[in-house]
């Protein structure tokens, strides 16, 4: 039977490491230049690529890590840890003049944002931790509704950019600057309690 608020709680975490106020942030030069239709089209594009993606960490687990990749599932979260915190500090001392570099080509949109924006170290371990949670079922609708969650609320944020851009345009800039800089502290903590999380696990096994 399914239990709402188990399912409440893993399909919020799922969009609490989604975070799509960061996200919508880091698309701020493709919230400028994209209408709201081209800017819909990507988005969703990007949550159908990735929603199969995290679907897949949830049926099987840290055995992707152990079985396939032959490595301890701590490692990743390590190394995913590591990347967070670089992508945090670049976001605290260059602000969003960080966020054309870290994502590359506007060209492949679509996939930037799929990977390793949505599709990121702390939304995979997120799924695996869901996975074991839940059954198959209610996992895999728990990361999708994380996942559609935060693509209509990026949806909305741009209709909000849109409304408000022609009468407050330097302060929109202004909030996006202070925003970057406020989520970079979130995921700055995030990235620490991932690596000491892997540090724990592999303790443990000592």
Not at 92 to 97: A, I, K, P
Request: include cysteine.
């Amino acid at each position: 039977m399914l239990d709402l608020t188990d399912f409440m709680k893993s399909t919020g975490l799922m969009l609490v490491l989604l975070n799509p106020f960061l996200v919508i942030v880091y698309l701020v030069d493709a919230v400028k230049k994209l209408d709201r239709r081209q800017f819909r089209a990507v988005l969703v594009k990007a949550g159908l690529i990735a929603a199969p993606i995290f679907c897949c960490f949830v049926l099987l687990g840290s055995a992707i890590f152990t079985d396939i990749i032959q490595a301890e599932f701590a490692s990743f979260r390590i190394f995913g840890g590591v990347i967070f915190l670089i992508i945090g500090l670049q976001f605290v001392f260059r602000g969003t003049s960080a966020i054309e570099g870290l994502r590359g080509e506007s060209k492949q949109l679509v996939g930037s944002i799929a990977m390793p924006i949505l599709v990121g170290p702390g939304t995979i371990s997120a799924s695996v931790v869901i996975g074991q949670r839940h059954d198959s079922l209610t996992a895999c609708g728990a990361v999708v509704a994380g996942v559609a969650v935060c693509v209509i609320a990026m949806i909305v944020l741009k209709s909000v950019h849109d409304f408000v851009l022609p009468r407050r345009e330097r302060l929109i800039d202004r909030y996006i600057e202070v925003a970057g800089r406020i989520t970079a502290l979130f995921v700055g903590t995030i990235s620490v309690e991932m690596i000491m999380q892997g540090i724990r696990s592999w303790i443990e096994k000592i």
